[in-house]
C-alpha cells in the first residue's frame, strides 16, 4: 500500500518541507489526488477559457507539478503551453506528458525566468495556499503579467481560511491594480470534503 501524502500537504511549514514531501509524492500524486476527485483543474481552465478563448494564447502553467492543470488547459482549447515548477520529480512527469511546449526548473523565490507580456494569462491551479506557495507568489506571478494579462488560479478551503492570501488578493483589487472577473466556489477534492475558490483577474 503507498504511502498517502493529501493530509501531510496542508500542514508544512518550510520551503524545505514542502520540497522534500512533493519529491516523495511525485510517483503516487495523480493516483491519490484521482481517488478523491480532483476538480479544480478543470474548473480553472473552463473559467479562463470563457474569458480567453483562444487555443494559440501564450499560457504559463505556474506550478504545473505532475502536468494534471496542463492536460485540464489541453483539453479546454489551450494549445501553447509552458509549465515550470520548483521541484524536480514533479516536473519530470509533466515531461512525460505531451501537454506542454517546455518545461522549467524554477527556485522558490527570486526573479521570474520570463519577461512581463510574454504570456496573456499564468494559471496557478491548486498552487497558492498553505503548504505549498506561500502568499507572496501572488507577487511574483503578478510581476509576469503585462497590462491586461490574466490570472488564473484556485484557493482551497485552508487557503481560504489563511488571511494573508485572502488579503494578497484583496491587496490588488482594492488599489486597482487588478480586475476580479470571475469568482466561484465548487468542489477541489470532494473525497476529502474540500472546496476551493477559482479566480480570474485581469491586470489593469
Not at 39 to 64: E, H, M, Q, S, Y
Not at 99 to 112: C, F, Q, T, V, W
Request: charged residues 20%; glycine residues 12%; aromatic residues 10%.
Amino acid at each position: 500500500m503507498s504511502e498517502k501524502f493529501l493530509d501531510k500537504a496542508y500542514a508544512l511549514q518550510s520551503a524545505e518541507a514542502t520540497q522534500d514531501l512533493y519529491n516523495r509524492w511525485a510517483a503516487s500524486y495523480e493516483a491519490e489526488v484521482a481517488e478523491n476527485g480532483y476538480a479544480t483543474p478543470a474548473r480553472v481552465a473552463g473559467a479562463l477559457w470563457n474569458i480567453l478563448p483562444d487555443p494559440k494564447a501564450p499560457i504559463l502553467d505556474f506550478g504545473c507539478g505532475t502536468g494534471l492543470s496542463g492536460l485540464a488547459l489541453r483539453r479546454q482549447g489551450f494549445a501553447v503551453l509552458d509549465g515550470v515548477d520548483p521541484n524536480p520529480e514533479m516536473i519530470a512527469k509533466a515531461g512525460e506528458k505531451e501537454a506542454y511546449r517546455s518545461l522549467e526548473l524554477i527556485g522558490m523565490d527570486g526573479p521570474m525566468p520570463w519577461k512581463p507580456g510574454a504570456y496573456q494569462a499564468i494559471t496557478g491551479i491548486g498552487v497558492l495556499g498553505t503548504g505549498a506557495a506561500p502568499a507572496e507568489t501572488f507577487d511574483r506571478i503578478m510581476g509576469g503579467l503585462a497590462k491586461g494579462g490574466y490570472f488564473a488560479f484556485s484557493y482551497n478551503d485552508h487557503a481560504l481560511a489563511d488571511v494573508s492570501y485572502t488579503a494578497k488578493l484583496n491587496e490588488w483589487l482594492d488599489c486597482g491594480a487588478a480586475r476580479l472577473l470571475v469568482q466561484e466556489y465548487g468542489p477541489h477534492l470532494p473525497g476529502v470534503d474540500l472546496n476551493s475558490n477559482v479566480y480570474v483577474i485581469e491586470k489593469a
